[in-house]
T-cell receptor, first 111, second 115 residues
Framework: QQQVKQSPQSLIVQKGGISIINCAYE??????FPWYQQFPGKGPALLIA?????SEKKEGRFTISFNKSAKQFSLHIMDSQPGDSATYFC??????????FGTGTRLTIIP | EAGVAQSPRYKIIEKRQSVAFWCNPI?????LYWYQQILGQGPKLLIQ????????DSQLPKDRFSAERLKGVDSTLKIQPAKLEDSAVYLC?????????????FGPGTRLTVL
């Protein structure tokens, strides 16, 4: 019940296209859903996050869509750029701040 | 502002040997975390400190792993003895007091290979 399932494992998108990464959870006690971006040799960095009382949050080219009834949330990257190539992790936080991470999606943006 | 510092960046040891990792959080950050990131997986929290006290170590394999933050600043994580399955990247993160609980700043990690 503590797991966060993430898909796909890897994703290749053409420059300018839309990248979509999906996550699903079971534990309804999760109260915060961040996405992290990780470049090779670096630690994860917080990208964008959403709370379950909001269905969508947009920051620049990055949008989180949240479906509370389905217990799913997704990251959309609009106008994907080569610099977006990285591994993306969704996560969910229990009250008390412990983060549970998904397994990651390796995104590659091709010219 | 300097980021979270970790050393060494890479370490290769044989199984049953001991190893220690060091983390220096961002100045003034009271909360410090150690995560284990196995290849192909997301980070898993090992231990969380608030100043020099342990807040959560429920996922720390205490028979072989230990961590300390004696003066509430830098921290060390030790594995003794190491097993093959300990091969992973060990990430340190910190959070400033009063900041959102989600604001964790990660260091570059230490990549451990156990042969």
């Amino acid at each position: 019940q503590q797991q966060v399932k993430q898909s796909p494992q890897s994703l290749i998108v053409q420059k300018g296209g839309i990248s979509i990464i999906n996550c699903a959870y079971e534990n309804t006690a999760f109260d915060y859903f961040p996405w992290y971006q990780q470049f090779p040799g670096k630690g994860p960095a917080l990208l964008i996050a959403i709370r379950p009382d909001v269905s969508e949050k947009k920051e620049g080219r990055f949008t989180i869509s949240f479906n509370k009834s389905a217990k799913q949330f997704s990251l959309h990257i609009m106008d994907s750029q080569p610099g977006d190539s990285a591994t993306y992790f969704c996560a969910a936080r229990l009250r008390g701040e412990k983060l549970t991470f998904g397994t990651g999606t390796r995104l590659t943006i091709i010219p | 502002e300097a980021g979270v510092a970790q050393s060494p960046r890479y370490k290769i040891i044989e199984k049953r040997q001991s190893v220690a990792f060091w983390c220096n959080p961002i100045s003034g950050h009271a909360t410090l975390y150690w995560y284990q990131q196995i290849l192909g997986q997301g980070p898993k929290l090992l231990i969380q400190f608030q100043n020099n006290g342990v807040v959560d170590d429920s996922q720390l394999p205490k028979d072989r792993f230990s961590a300390e933050r004696l003066k509430g600043v830098d921290s060390t994580l030790k594995i003794q003895p190491a097993k093959l399955e300990d091969s992973a990247v060990y990430l340190c993160a910190s959070r400033p007091p009063g900041a959102s609980r989600d604001t964790q700043y990660f260091g570059p990690g230490t990549r451990l290979t156990v042969l």
